[in-house]
C-alpha cells in the first residue's frame, strides 16, 4: 500500500516515556492508537516493549514478578502508543486476577477509546493457565479484542515451540475476542520481534484516521 509505514522505520524512530498512571484519571490524553501488552506477572511485557523498541532499559524488567506496577505509556513518534500494563496473578494468595487489575486494568481496557488492540502475552513453557482464563473471560464479555502472543519461546526446542503454539491456536480459537493469529517470540533473543513491529505498524496506520 502507498505511504503505508513499515514497522522497522516505525520503530527506528524516537519512543519516549509519557506517563505513568495508577488511576484513569492521571493517563494521558487518548489522542494516538494504543496497544497494550497484557498477562501474568513475570511473562515478559515489559522485556518485549524493549525489544520492539531496541531500547534495553526503556520499560523496567525484574526477575521479581510485579516489577510494573502502573499502566506505562510510550510514545512512538507521533504514530501510536505502546502501553505496559502491571500483571495478574503473581500473588501466592490470589491465584485469581486482584481487586487492582480488575479495577484499575480491565478498566483501562473496557473503557479506553483510544485502545486499539490488546495483546495477551503467554509463557511458552507454561502454557494458558487459569489466571489467563480468568482474564480472557473478562476480554470476550467485555469484547475486548485480543491476539495471542507467546513469549521466552528461546527457552523452548523447535518441536516443542510448535506443541505450545498449536495448542495456544486451538485454545484461541474457541474465543470470541481473540484474534486467530498468533506471534512467537523471544525478546531474548530477538525472535518475531519484526513481524511483531509490522503488526503494530499496520495496527496504527489503519487506526490512525480514527481518533
Ligand atoms: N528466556 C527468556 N526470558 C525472558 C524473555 N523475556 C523476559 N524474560 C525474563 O522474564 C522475567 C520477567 O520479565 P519482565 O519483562 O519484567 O516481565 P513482565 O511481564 O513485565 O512482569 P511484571 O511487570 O511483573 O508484570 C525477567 O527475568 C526477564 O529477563 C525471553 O524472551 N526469554
Ligand atoms: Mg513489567
Redesign the pocket.
Known amino acids: 500500500m502507498a505511504g503505508e509505514i513499515g514497522g522497522r522505520r516505525l520503530f527506528a524512530g524516537d519512543c519516549e516515556f509519557v506517563a505513568g498512571a495508577a488511576t484513569m484519571d492521571a493517563m494521558p490524553k487518548g489522542t494516538l492508537p494504543e496497544i497494550a ?1 497484557v ?13 520492539l523498541t531496541s531500547r534495553h532499559a526503556l ?11 502502573q499502566i506505562n505509556f510510550f510514545r512512538l513518534g507521533e504514530t501510536c502508543m505502546l502501553v ?5 496473578g ?1 500473588a501466592r494468595a490470589s491465584r485469581a486476577l486482584s481487586e487492582q487489575w480488575q479495577s484499575l486494568i480491565f478498566a483501562y481496557l473496557r473503557r479506553r477509546a483510544s485502545l486499539c488492540r490488546t495483546m495477551l ?1 503467554i509463557d511458552s513453557r507454561r502454557g494458558i493457565m487459569p489466571v489467563d482464563r480468568e482474564a480472557m473471560d473478562l476480554l470476550d464479555q467485555a469484547a475486548v479484542s485480543y491476539a495471542g502472543v507467546l ?5 523452548l526446542t523447535t518441536a516443542e515451540a510448535e506443541l505450545a503454539r498449536a495448542a495456544c491456536a486451538q485454545e484461541l480459537s474457541k474465543r470470541t475476542a481473540a484474534y486467530p493469529e498468533i506471534f512467537v ?5 530477538a ?1 518475531g520481534i519484526e513481524a511483531l513491529r509490522d503488526h503494530v505498524a499496520a495496527l496504527a496506520q489503519a487506526w490512525g484516521n480514527r481518533l
Open positions: 501488552f498477562g501474568r506477572s513475570n511473562v515478559g511485557k515489559s522485556s518485549l516493549i524493549n525489544a520499560a523496567r524488567v525484574s526477575h521479581t514478578p510485579g516489577a510494573t506496577k505496559d500494563l502491571p500483571g495478574y503473581y502475552l513469549t521466552k519461546i528461546d527457552e517470540t523471544s525478546a531474548r533473543k525472535q
